[in-house]
């Protein structure tokens, strides 16, 4: 399993940015998907989840209705689009693979990528 | 939301000794759905345990989970150099999906 994300950057607060996520090693159809973020040097949140087909998503309070979360199956992609971003959004942004389908806990992670939101 | 308080803050233990780190939840952690995960600096975070107990593959036979309801802890038997590490806990039971703040696991 190999998750690499990528698309991170500093931007300016209100700016949007997406990032990405390409999938391999496994069927990447099959399994749900989620973004953690952390702020470095500190804790783990969760962000966002998306189902195996792409129909169903679900935000943390702090980013809906200004993140969303969408994947690509036929090219193994997960993507965050981001707009209306904060300072309080920035950190390192991981994709991680789900146990299986809503299971939430997170059995694989890319390497992460990092977002700077600043003036 | 259930907020998970992670003790001690900082751990510092030599190679060989036990480590047994706490995970204590503000309501009931149903169906036991709590993970470990640990973290090297400039690494993601790798999965441990779930379900309190269930190593994930590959995992060492020296690290163990247990608890219930509200406390929850993760035991590494005899220390490796390599398992000096952040290690945080999460609850899976309830929405939103919360992280412990973490102990760092030291070497003495």
């Known amino acids: 399993v190999h998750l690499l994300e990528s698309g991170g950057g500093l931007v300016q607060p209100g700016e949007s940015l997406t990032l990405s996520c390409a999938a391999s090693g496994f069927t990447f159809s099959s399994y749900w998907m989620h973004w953690v973020r952390q702020v470095p040097g500190k804790g783990l949140m969760w962000v966002s989840r998306i189902n195996s087909p792409g129909s169903d998503t679900a935000y943390a309070d702090s980013v809906r209705g200004r993140f969303t979360i969408s994947r690509d199956n036929a090219k193994n992609t997960l993507f965050l689009h981001m707009s209306g971003l904060r300072a309080e959004d920035s950190g390192v942004y991981y994709c991680a693979r789900d146990h299986g389908t809503g299971w939430y806990y997170f059995e694989n992670w890319g390497q992460g990528t990092l977002v700077t939101v600043s003036s | ?108």
């Not at chain 2, 036979?61 to 000096?84: H, K, V, W």
């Open chain 2, 1 to 108: 939301e259930i907020v998970l308080t992670q003790s001690p803050g900082i751990l510092s233990l030599s190679p060989g000794e036990r480590a047994t780190l706490s995970c204590r939840a503000t309501q009931s952690v149903s169906s036991n759905y709590l993970a470990w995960y640990q973290q090297k600096p400039g690494q993601a975070p790798r999965l441990l345990i779930f379900a309190t107990s269930t190593r994930a593959t590959g995992i060492p036979d020296r690290f163990s989970g247990s608890g219930s309801e509200t406390d929850f802890s993760l035991t590494i038997s005899r220390l490796e150099p390599e398992d000096f590490a952040m290690y945080y806990c999460q609850q899976y039971s309830n929405s939103p999906w919360t992280f412990g703040q973490g102990t760092m696991v030291e070497i003495k």
